[in-house]
């Protein structure tokens, strides 16, 4: 398994960008898929990122697809989410995972991934 640790969240006004990270520790994170996901108060944990051990065609939720960007630097051991154009809506509870075994499609299912971070709070006010 991976270990996974959050960083960069706040609590910003809406227009402005974030940049979060996720430090993996384990010797699979160069062959596991990446993702992002968030959670609101009240609400599903869901889908907003992903991205394959290449860093080839990543994923997004329609909610964010042109505003964020996933990226990964695997000698780093570490994935991006970088946030531009924030919503008080993106408010929410930032989780970085890992699925491992994926070829072709990039999950986007939760039950997908099975190492998770503690997750990192991002507030957007208007």
């Known amino acids: 398994q991976v270990q996974l640790v959050e960083s960069g969240g706040g609590l910003v006004q809406a227009g402005v960008s974030l940049r979060l990270s996720c430090a993996a520790s384990g010797h699979s994170f160069s062959s596991s898929v990446m993702g992002w996901f968030r959670q609101s108060p009240g609400k599903e944990r869901e889908f907003v990122a992903a991205i394959s051990w290449s860093g080839d065609s990543p994923a997004y939720a329609d909610s964010v697809k042109g505003r964020f960007t996933i990226s990964r630097d695997n000698a780093k051991n570490t994935v991006y989410l970088q946030m531009n154009s924030l919503k008080p809506e993106d408010t929410a509870v930032y989780f970085c995972?890992?699925?491992?075994?994926?070829?072709?499609?990039?999950?986007?299912?939760?039950?997908?991934?099975?190492?998770w971070g503690q997750g990192t709070q991002v507030t957007v006010f208007s």
């Open positions: 995972a890992a699925a491992q075994g994926y070829v072709g499609v990039l999950p986007r299912g939760r039950t997908s991934y099975d190492s």
